[in-house]
């Protein structure tokens, strides 16, 4: 008998998950990968796109320049998952399984701040990047050296800081009238890391001439303005283009699934082995809060979905095999986050040579470490030209 193999999602966590499924699988399974979208989007460098759109052909690789060619693709957005009936719902088509990994990602959290889903932009797609591109475009057009457009980005972790940079140069390269400000509830930029770490982006920003405010959350948005703090009277920013790039919750599909789940975000939880409450389905990426010890979860990050992929995926295949599954831990081999045109490396772990002499450094180094970073998974998901394609545009 023919055993069904699923993986939904497109991302870092699905995409890697099918390569090596298609590896570890025996000839007796069927791999059927489902997606919304018809190509995988490496999307730790989509706020490339924000400042030139051409990019996203760079970035946005085809499904069928990945799997192989026994492998169907389904292009369709999943509704729900009957775990009684092993069936993956897509509107008014299913697909039955025999063993299912999701990998569906993550969505924006808006946290219940009144008006903020309503009027801010996110960033977690082309359709996000090419809109922030799109409005901010129009409003320096509208606008003057004396009364420049007025450019909000909220939150202070890697997705604010990129897509402020990326605005910043945007603004210089066409010498456009805006003033661009990053806004952070807590103290400093990228909250929770390494205070060198943030002392060297927070220079990068203000050396792009982005206006840093910290210590205040946005506490209420309006079509005009961004209020921060708990009093209205407290400060208020008025805006041409909000975006926000405060957290992540799970999407509201996951939330109607019969698995085990975090009440508030509504990500599944998934032990070390990615199983979750249902012994036949996965989960793995941003979709999962992954068991990493005692009250620790994987971070919802790139490289963690890339590593956890390649585990994810095998375990799997055990499962389909009746073998015994693997334990998953995550190895933080470091940070690099791009500001603008340049970018700032933190705790970096090389293969082989171990760990970076200099804790905190920026320049080519980080630069052309950031590009490595995404051409090697880029080579490994697709190929080496695909990944000597995107290297300019990184």
Not at 197 to 208: K, N, S, V
Not at 314 to 326: D, Q, T
Not at 340 to 359: Q, S
Request: glycine share 8%; aromatic share 6%; charged share 30%.
């Amino acid at each position: 008998m023919t055993t069904q193999v699923v993986v939904v999602g497109s991302g870092y966590a699905g995409a890697g998950a099918v390569k090596r499924l298609e590896a570890e699988l025996d000839a007796s399974a069927e791999l059927t990968w489902v997606s919304e979208h018809d190509y995988h989007l490496v999307l730790h460098e989509v706020h490339r796109c924000i400042r030139d759109p051409s990019v996203e052909s760079k970035i946005a690789i085809p499904v069928d320049d990945i799997k192989a060619d026994s492998t169907e693709f389904v292009k369709g957005h999943v509704e729900n998952v009957d775990v009684d009936e092993r069936v993956v719902e897509l509107g008014d088509d299913e697909i039955e399984y025999d063993y299912l990994l999701l990998g569906v990602g993550s969505g924006t959290a808006f946290f219940g701040i009144d008006g903020l889903e309503a009027h801010a932009h996110e960033l977690k797609g082309l359709d996000d990047a090419r809109a922030i591109h799109a409005d901010v475009k129009e409003a320096a057009e509208a606008a003057s050296r004396d009364d420049p457009a007025q450019v909000v980005v909220g939150g202070a972790g890697l997705s604010g800081i990129q897509t402020a940079g990326e605005i910043a140069e945007y603004r210089d390269e066409h010498r456009a009238p805006i003033d661009v400000t990053l806004v952070e509830g807590l103290d400093e930029v990228f909250p929770g890391n390494d205070p060198e770490l943030q002392g060297a982006l927070r220079r990068r920003l203000e050396d792009l001439d982005i206006e840093i405010l910290t210590g205040d959350f946005i506490s209420k948005v309006d079509a005009e303005t961004a209020y921060l703090g708990d009093d209205e009277d407290d400060d208020a920013l008025d805006y041409d283009v909000l975006i926000w790039t405060g957290g992540i919750t799970g999407h509201e599909e996951v939330s109607e699934m019969e698995l085990d789940q975090d009440d508030r975000s509504h990500r599944l939880f998934a032990d070390a082995d990615f199983q979750t409450s249902d012994e036949r389905v996965f989960a793995v990426g941003d979709t999962a809060l992954v068991e990493q010890g005692p009250d620790d979860v994987a971070p919802p990050t790139a490289q963690a979905a890339w590593q956890a992929a390649e585990i994810a995926g095998e375990n799997v295949a055990r499962a389909a095999a009746g073998k015994p599954l693997k334990t998953w831990r995550h190895d933080d081999k470091g940070t690099v986050v791009s500001v603008g045109d340049d970018a700032v490396a933190h705790d970096v772990k090389l293969p082989v040579l171990g760990a970076f002499p200099v804790n905190v450094f920026g320049g080519s180094a980080a630069r052309n470490l950031k590009k490595a970073i995404a051409a090697r998974w880029i080579a490994d998901v697709a190929s080496p030209r695909h990944a000597l394609d995107a290297w300019d545009s990184m």
